[in-house]
């Protein structure tokens, strides 16, 4: 079959073929899984992914943007093929082999902050946050943790414990993590604090050593500070970045680790390596996961060398580190070094451009934001109220997926666009011109 740019659709969605895997699905899958819309994948490519009856989907999702390099890029798949045919698993846990020094030099390499650095394994974003909540407790002797509402930093029971994004990830699974406490993110958009965004920067974070730290947790007793650079789940929220610099200045001050979750806004897909780059940001862990091996099960976290002290099986991962993964990494390294990186930029700021003026045009864009390929269109029911709109959110992503395009929501009322880092501007513009057609036929039925 002749690769496509664009979508094709050849059926009534879901087509026949969909439907009856929906069917099988319903019967024997966990009923936790969250499902936009009805799209039954078979193969991908590029940005592009065709379901089982043959129709063809633009891809402005990327799994979650997972697949940074695409779908099923051809260098990625000759490493994966190549290296599944070498060695598929021995555990790094016990022994050794060169693929986890060769990335975890090149990952250290990137990180931002001076001086050498150690990596760790793991399989999965939430397994990245634990490693880094167990490393901060045992590095510093203390307990407690900060995180902030709105973020999303995993499921698992102690990352789900930092996680502030919705109730219902977290109903019914108490008692959590003890000593976490959670913080207003600056969402400018919506301040916590009724403040104007070029006044509000720095409120949420002073507030540690105004109210936090005097009524809450003692400073000493504080272990680590979590923070999305740019709130993934929570709607695509750029931290400011001078937000983010005082944040550091009160973490370095009292001796407090600051834990950087780059796990969705890592490995280029702001236009540079970490989101946190941009704000000159230079964490004590780093936590990466999702778009570094391109689909492949992988993740990690690099922290300074001095704090990864730990001592043989206080932390181990049987999977972590698989060799085909990380050749999976090393492909999906070079590709984003040789070029793509600069190309999030490049097709980011086309995008940019063209959203710009969307709140003028539109009553039900509130706002608009991101960096990169990480972009967030905020929808409400009135702009002055600022009124979520999670109703015509998901009737804006269904009307997409009848037309060809994935997209999902984020936070309450946001869509999110974060395509693979191979997307070009053609692909771009249908895109928007499809979501501005959605919009605007969601605005005439109000």
């Not at 400018?188 to 009524?215: D, H």
């Not at 937000?243 to 969705?264: N, S």
């Not at 972590?320 to 980011?348: H, K, S």
Request: proline share 7%.
């Amino acid at each position: 079959m002749t690769e496509r740019k664009l979508p094709h659709l050849k059926t009534d969605l879901p087509g026949p073929k969909a439907r009856q895997i929906m069917q099988l699905d319903e019967q024997i899958i966990s009923p936790s899984y969250t499902r936009a819309y009805p799209l039954v994948a078979s193969k991908g490519y590029g940005a592009m992914v065709e379901d089982v009856d043959g129709n063809v989907f633009l891809d402005f999702a990327a799994g979650i943007a997972v697949v940074a390099t695409g779908h099923c890029h051809p260098q990625v798949v000759q490493a994966v093929q190549k290296q599944a045919a070498e060695l598929i698993h021995m555990s790094g846990t016990d022994f050794y082999y060169t693929h986890m020094v060769e990335f975890a030099q090149k990952l250290a390499a990137v990180t931002p902050g001076e001086g050498p650095k150690r990596v760790f394994y793991t399989n999965s974003g939430t397994e990245a946050v634990e490693a880094a909540i167990k490393l901060a407790r045992y590095a510093t002797r203390r307990d407690k943790l900060v995180a902030f509402l709105g973020c999303f930093h995993g499921r698992t029971m102690g990352s789900l414990s930092l996680t502030a994004s919705k109730s219902v990830q977290r109903k019914g699974f108490g008692p959590l993590l003890p000593g976490v406490v959670h913080l207003p993110y600056p969402y400018c958009y919506r301040c916590p604090y009724n403040l104007r965004p070029e006044t509000c920067g720095t409120e949420c974070a002073t507030v540690l050593e105004r109210e936090i730290f005097k009524k809450l947790a003692d400073p000493e007793d504080i272990a680590a500070v979590f923070i999305e650079p740019i709130q993934g789940e929570g709607g695509y929220v750029p931290a400011p970045p001078e937000f983010l610099q005082e944040l550091q200045r009160v973490c370095r001050k009292h001796g407090i680790l600051l834990v950087a979750d780059e796990v969705q806004s890592g490995m280029g897909r702001t236009g540079r390596w970490w989101a946190c780059e941009h704000a000159g940001l230079e964490p004590d862990i780093l936590c990466v996961a999702k778009g570094i091996a391109s689909g492949m099960p992988l993740g990690a976290i690099v922290a300074r060398a001095e704090l990864m002290r730990w001592p043989p099986g206080a932390h181990a991962s049987t999977f972590g580190g698989n060799p085909v993964c990380l050749a999976a990494a090393q492909a999906t390294f070079a590709l984003l070094e040789g070029g793509l990186i600069e190309n999030a930029r490049r097709v980011g700021a086309h995008i940019f451009a063209r959203l710009a003026d969307w709140p003028q045009r539109h009553r039900i864009v509130g706002d608009v934001r991101g960096r990169g390929l990480m972009v967030g269109i905020e929808l409400v029911r009135d702009q002055n109220t600022k009124e979520p709109a999670p109703e015509l959110r998901e009737a804006v992503v269904a009307r997409a997926f009848l037309r060809g395009l994935l997209i999902l929501g984020a936070g309450e009322s946001s869509v999110r666009l974060c395509p693979p880092l191979v997307v070009d501007l053609e692909q771009a513009d249908f895109a928007l011109d499809t979501l501005e057609s959605c919009i605007a036929e969601v605005e005439q039925q109000l």
